[in-house]
């Protein structure tokens, strides 16, 4: 797994605003988790995220 500390960043604040995040595949959530937190930190009131889809369950992230 790549590590995502710090690969995301924004340049205003969110003013209390509900962020929806979508992802293509929900692996390990790293994505979305690092860019929840990114967007919390920076003001954002609420943040959801969903996802198109996850592996099959034999995928192996190794």
Known sequence: MV???????IN???NNQHILLVDDVLTTEST????A??????GAARVSGITCTTPREDFRND
């Open 12 to 14: 205003k604040s969110l």
């Open 37 to 42: 937190k990114v967007l919390r930190e920076n």
């Open 32 to 35: 979305i988790s690092n860019c």
């Open 3 to 9: 590590n995502l500390y710090g690969a995301f960043t």
